[in-house]
């Protein structure tokens, strides 16, 4: 997994867990995970659940403890959450952008970061897009800004 779950989601999963674990055995059967996974809004696609059910299944029991299923629901909700993160991203970025150009005005990157974090002083942020805005053109293209915002 590549990142560790934070609390909030880890006591979302937990909930589900034991909503889902009706004889408190410690371990749900693998086909209620869908059901999970449908309840949390999660996208997934079969085979790939699949493998990971089976991956994380050793003995074949057809059931997952905690750790296993955390890590099999975790998986797709992080998924989720970076499209939809994604998704807000480049509505941030079309706000901006009101010409369409692809891109936008360093100003205006200075703006939505001031949004996003008050505790950034201005000299902080004239840093930040002196980084980015490596040929000085005084634009961000969305490339740019979604390596900033995502770090990828």
Do not use: C, W
């Not at 990142?3 to 749900?28: H, S, W, Y």
């Not at 999970?36 to 994380?56: F, R, W």
């Not at 074949?60 to 955390?70: M, N, Q, S, V």
């Not at 499209?83 to 005005?105: H, S, T, V, W």
């Amino acid at each position: 997994m590549a990142e560790v779950l934070d609390e909030e989601k880890l006591a979302m999963l937990r909930k589900a867990f034991i909503m889902f674990d009706q004889g408190k055995t410690g371990k749900i059967e693998k086909e209620k995970i869908r059901t999970i996974l449908n309840t949390l809004g999660a996208n997934y696609i079969n085979e790939e659940l699949e493998a990971l059910l089976a991956d994380n299944d050793v003995e074949g029991t057809g059931k997952l403890d905690f750790d296993a299923f955390a890590k099999v629901v975790g998986h797709f909700l992080e998924e989720q959450d970076e499209e939809a993160m994604q998704k807000e991203l480049k509505e941030a970025f079309r706000l901006y952008d009101k010409e369409g150009n692809g891109f936008i005005p360093t100003a205006a990157l200075k703006e939505i970061l001031g949004a996003l974090d008050d505790k950034l002083t201005s000299a902080d942020l004239d840093n930040i897009v002196e980084e980015i805005d490596e040929d000085g053109s005084g634009t961000v293209d969305f490339d740019e800004f979604m390596e900033m915002m995502t770090g990828d």
